[in-house]
């Protein structure tokens, strides 16, 4: 018996290394793999990261074209001495707002002075075009400033008439963020997650195909089936090549935020937002489960296709399904159930944001989010390994 | 040696498509076997039976004494297979190729290197060993899966169709190659459906036809029992049609 389980371990090892040699030297499937999994991440951090600073830029240098300024100097006066840059507004102002050349256009109703005079409000619009992402820093900047004017103005008025201004505020707002630093910055943390366990799908795929209805179309898996590999050698070796290669496009995906966030000349933009060695050692651990479990089932769909395209065809079911669960976590916007622990994908979406948030993931979880992908991993490899065996799997060719 | 006694096989939902029905023949050491019938007759199934990787319905069948259900894999310790599917790794070079299957059939090492060196060398390989299978010819690729399959110097060889899609001077390689195996003594087993292709290789021929033995023996034991002045017409008095004859 002793012998039996050396010659089988040897030929596990054999399949191994074979499955990674002979995808290594597929480079061109390879530069797709980690330019789309690898690179993808970086390049939207320091996009995000940008959007986040220019849009600080915009509210904090604010350029605001006015049309009818003569008529309400005073107004103008106070946007000036908060560091706002006024302007005549062009006469085509709304056509150039709807084409996004401009942010925000103040309108002074020519009534104003009048108006204000008899006792009436002064008439101020502001035109804009909410629809555009660029513009909203803007907008909230010279909407907040003339509240803050209108407010100003009539505790001036209070005042004359001896009233304290607290008699027309009668309620105190005050903000008290509980979140820590490494809590803001929402879009920036979804997106680390998210990238992680995409990932951990994009780095098997490729293999775990042509592993599987690779080796079938090419006519090479009845050979194969023909020597004294048993078919649970055969999974086995692949699956551990699969997985050798998911693991090296996970590490190599963190490794590249984490050489971004550390690194790349990103704008400062008040986001203390932390990926250092111990984020990269928690998301390790969080997705450890996934890079085993996704190559089984890789490997799984891979097998009941008789060709590489129609392989690839049914993985676009996985990829969906992987990507819309942390996007249902992100749209929910409600506390997460104590079984989301038990669904795969969504446990270690889960599990990567409280990793991101700075804190460690509670043992308890994480032992509850390795159960399921460890139960389907021996599903799916089992499920693998009797296809093999049957007959039907020499037909079709 | 390969004896097969009463081998049935049936396929598809309650078995209506009866692909071998009552196969029994025997194949010596030291003799090339050809299994000759037109297609769809049961010829691929029947291999693949002999070679483990489908299971009849009834009857047995051994390889060297071994039966081929209850030890499959001792079974395929002892049999090299070239059958009509031959899928090589492109990315690998063509010792890799063999290397591999080698190493799936327990060979190791330096063992291992000198018997594939051993095998390129006999089949004109030598020069292509270091060469990545991808842009092989036919006949190239051929005989690095013939080194594939008798890496492990098997003693029966199983060959279904071996010969499709080669040109005449790769048919010639294949042929001595087969003729040089069953002067080491080994089983061979050969399908084919042409004829002339069978007659010019074995030594005793099975003929099959809709799923059962319809005759055999040598060239001239057919003839004769079929009274006909040669094997071509005996082929077809036997099997009731001229499908299978090269035109």
Known sequence: MAAVSTSAV????????????????????????????????????????????????????????????????????????QQVTV????????????????????????????????????????????????????????ETLLRGYNRLWGEQRLM???????????????????????????????????????????????????????ERERQSLEPLLMTPARPGELVVGKWLAVCAFDTLVVGLTLAGFYLTLKFAPLPPVGVPFLFGMREFGRFALVLLPMVLLLPAILLYV????????????????????VSLLPMVQLFLQRREPEWIMLVPVSAQYSLLNTSLRGEAPALGQLALSWLMPALLIVVALVAVSRRLGRESILSGK | MISVN????????????????DVSFEANDGEITGLLGPNGAGKTTMLRIIATLVLPDAGR??????????????VRARIGVLSDARGLYPRLTARENVRYFGKLHGLAGRALETRIDGLFVTLGLTDLAERRTAGFSQGEKMKVA??????????????????????????????DELRRLRGDGKCLLFSSHVMQEIAALCDRIVVLAHGRVVASGTAEEIVARAGTRGLEDAFVALIGSDEGLAA
Do not use: C, W
């Open chain 1, 10 to 81: 040897a030929r596990t090892l054999a399949i191994l290394r074979k499955e990674i040699v002979d995808n290594l030297r597929d480079r061109r499937t390879g530069v797709v793999t980690l330019l789309s999994a690898m690179l993808a991440g970086p390049i939207f951090l320091i996009l995000i990261f940008n959007l986040i600073a220019s849009q600080a830029e915009r509210a904090r240098d604010l350029k605001l074209p006015v049309v009818g300024a003569e008529y309400a100097p005073a107004v103008i006066a106070f946007l000036e001495r």
């Open chain 1, 87 to 142: 302007s005549k507004a062009p006469d085509d102002y709304d056509a150039q707002i709807r084409r996004g050349d401009l942010d925000v256009v103040v309108v002074i109703d020519d009534h104003f002075a009048t108006d204000v005079a008899q006792g009436k409000p002064g008439t101020v619009r502001l035109v804009f075009d909410r629809s555009r992402d660029r513009a909203r820093a803007s907008i909230d900047q010279a």
């Open chain 1, 160 to 214: 004359l008439r001896g009233v304290t201004s607290s008699v027309a505020n009668p309620l105190r707002i005050e903000n008290a963020d509980l979140a820590t630093p490494q809590q803001s910055g929402a879009l920036v943390l979804f997106l680390v997650a998210y990238y992680g366990l995409f990932a951990s799908v994009m780095g098997g795929m490729a293999v775990a195909l042509d592993t599987t209805a690779g």
């Open chain 1, 302 to 321: 891979g097998s009941r296709a008789r060709a590489y395209k129609e392989a690839q065809a049914n993985v676009s079911v996985l990829l969906f399904v």
């Open chain 2, 6 to 21: 009463g081998v049935r096989k049936a396929f598809g939902k309650g078995g209506e498509v009866q692909a071998v029905r």
């Open chain 2, 61 to 74: 069948a051994e390889v060297g004494g071994i039966d081929v259900v209850r030890e499959r894999y001792a």
């Open chain 2, 146 to 175: 013939i080194a594939r399959a008798l890496v492990h110097d098997p003693d029966t060889i199983l060959l279904d169709e071996p010969t499709n899609g080669l040109d005449i001077m790769s048919v010639r390689t294949l042929r």
